[in-house]
């Protein structure tokens, strides 16, 4: 885990970190959302969709910007204000994601950054942009 603090950050900073994304954390996911929409649930409904397998939930895709920012940018010392999310492909279970966040903006007045972030498939396409607003710590 990182400790960054606000004083330690610059634009430009990046982070990085991979995840596959298991069968186990979409169950996870389910018994703490409770989404069981036939696309995340059923393999037979989502390849009668048009996809390979279950679609991945959106939010547990989404749910790693958490991490990015709590674990790796800047770290312990932040407290989240704000993650926009844009999904622009399907993940699938088995899937293996890169997520990276660049600092675009450091705001000493009011003690937050700026994280533009990126989640890319094992293939380099780009599944999910995220924009994240954290507070840190001075």
Request: hydrophobic share 40%; charged share 15%; proline share 4%.
């Amino acid at each position: 885990m990182n400790s960054y603090t606000l004083a330690d950050i610059t634009p430009g900073m990046t982070e990085s970190f991979t995840v596959t994304v298991t069968e186990a954390m979409m169950d996870a996911f389910y018994a703490v959302s409770g989404d069981n929409s036939p696309i995340h649930m059923d393999a037979d409904y989502a390849a009668g969709r048009g996809y390979p397998g279950r679609v991945v939930y959106g939010m547990l895709g989404a749910s790693f910007f958490s991490t990015l920012a709590g674990v790796y940018l800047p770290g312990e010392h932040c407290l989240l204000h704000s993650v926009e999310a844009r999904f622009a492909k399907p993940v699938f279970i088995g899937d293996t994601l890169t997520v990276t966040g660049k600092v675009t903006e450091v705001n000493d007045t009011f003690g937050e950054i700026t994280v533009k972030a990126v989640i890319e498939n094992q293939n380099g396409q780009k599944v999910t942009r995220g924009l994240i607003k954290a507070g840190v710590a001075k």
